[in-house]
């Protein structure tokens, strides 16, 4: 295979079929350098992919590592930002697994028209990605997690429950495309993050924990109750034909990976909105989360997915 270098230069450096126009160095120095357009800022988020935490052992490491820069991407959708640059650092035992990482790289980079800006390889006994990614939208415009006012509706752009669902059908040994698909093949929602944000949006969280963990988080950051209909949730009638309602209720509520959006707007914003996510709830005074299940509330679980529960 050669010296690492000739290994950086096959895997990663070739995977970038496009450069940024800001770009004033590129991938293959120190450093990277990238200008910012005046009134714009930048968008950066930074993630960790492991194997036997974030994809099974026997999961296809190609599309493991798609799916670690997607669900990094997915950062960016909630924040209403225009994805352009990704640094990728992957770790693995052997050149072949870094070589497949690359073109896992590879395929998202082109499939977004990014740029991969720069990133490392090491040697080691686990295999794992990090993932750094870079955005850019107008000043004063990012959607945050401590926006969201009392009075305002609670949207939900994307399905909840299916990942969890997929990732237990995989770990049972099923293969079949559509039960695994929403676990395996992460679609961020970089266009409807930035149309909702060209909208007035201005509060939005990704959902990757689990729904009532992140929605915690808007409550707590905002100083609002969010209150939820799972029954209003996209899909969720196919949901429950697949796991039974007690089941998909677990799912949906702390299953995690969905990498759906929830976000708040005000009323008068419904119209524009309705083509692009469904209205599952609102917010009022109080504290916390309140979801309920035709009109009966639920009780819910002490937390999402959380690495050290």
């Known amino acids: 295979m050669g010296s690492e270098f000739e290994l950086i230069d096959q895997a990663f450096r070739a995977a970038s079929p496009s450069r940024w126009p800001g770009t004033e160095v590129p991938n293959g120095d120190d450093a990277s350098v990238h200008a910012c357009e005046p009134g714009t800022a930048w968008?950066?988020?930074?993630?960790?992919?492991?194997?036997?935490?974030?994809?099974?052992?026997?999961?296809?490491l190609e599309l493991a590592v798609e799916r670690a820069v997607c669900t990094a991407l997915s950062d960016l959708a909630a924040m209403g930002a225009e994805a352009?640059?990704?640094?990728?650092?992957?770790?693995?035992?052997d050149a072949a697994a870094i070589t497949m990482m690359g073109r896992g790289v590879s395929h998202v980079?082109?499939?977004f028209?990014?740029?991969?800006?720069?990133?490392?390889?090491?040697?080691?006994?686990?295999?794992?990605?990090?993932?750094?990614?870079?955005?850019?939208?107008?000043?004063?415009?990012?959607?945050r997690r401590d926006a969201a006012e009392?009075?305002?509706?609670?949207?939900?752009?994307?399905?909840?429950?299916?990942?969890?669902?997929?990732?237990?059908?995989?770990?049972?040994?099923?293969r079949d495309v559509d039960m695994v698909s929403a676990f395996a093949e992460v679609e961020p929602l970089l266009a409807t993050g930035t149309a909702i944000r060209e909208l007035g949006v201005r509060c939005c969280i990704d959902i990757s924990d689990g729904l009532v963990q992140d929605a915690g988080h808007v409550a707590v950051a905002s100083?609002?109750?969010?209150?939820?209909?799972?029954g209003a949730c996209e899909d969720?009638?196919?949901?429950?034909?697949?796991?039974?309602?007690?089941?998909?209720?677990?799912?949906?509520?702390?299953?995690?990976?969905?990498?759906?959006?929830?976000?708040?707007?005000?009323?008068?914003?419904?119209?524009?909105?309705?083509g692009l996510a469904r209205r599952v709830g609102d917010c009022r005074e109080g504290r916390g989360v309140v979801v309920s299940l035709a009109g009966k509330p639920l009780v819910l679980p002490a937390h999402g997915y959380d690495h050290f529960a």
């Not at 100083?223 to 799972?230: P, T, W």
């Not at 039974?244 to 707007?265: P, Q």
């Not at 009323?267 to 909105?273: A, F, G, I, Q, V």
């Open 84 to 93: 352009r640059l990704v640094w990728a650092s992957a770790m693995a035992p």
């Open 43 to 60: 968008v950066v988020s930074t993630d960790t992919a492991v194997c036997g935490v974030h994809w099974p052992q026997d999961f296809s």
């Open 236 to 274: 969720w009638p196919e949901l429950v034909a697949i796991c039974g309602e007690h089941h998909a209720v677990d799912l949906a509520l702390a299953g995690g990976d969905d990498y759906a959006l929830l976000f708040t707007a005000p009323t008068r914003l419904r119209d524009s909105l309705a």
């Open 223 to 230: 100083g609002v109750q969010l209150h939820l209909d799972l």
């Open 109 to 111: 980079v082109a499939r």
């Open 113 to 143: 028209g990014l740029e991969l800006a720069g990133g490392d390889t090491v040697r080691a006994q686990t295999t794992g990605l990090n993932v750094t990614v870079a955005g850019i939208l107008p000043q004063n415009t990012a959607m």
């Open 150 to 174: 009392s009075g305002d509706d609670v949207w939900l752009a994307g399905r909840i429950g299916f990942s969890a669902m997929g990732l237990e059908h995989w770990l049972s040994g099923e």
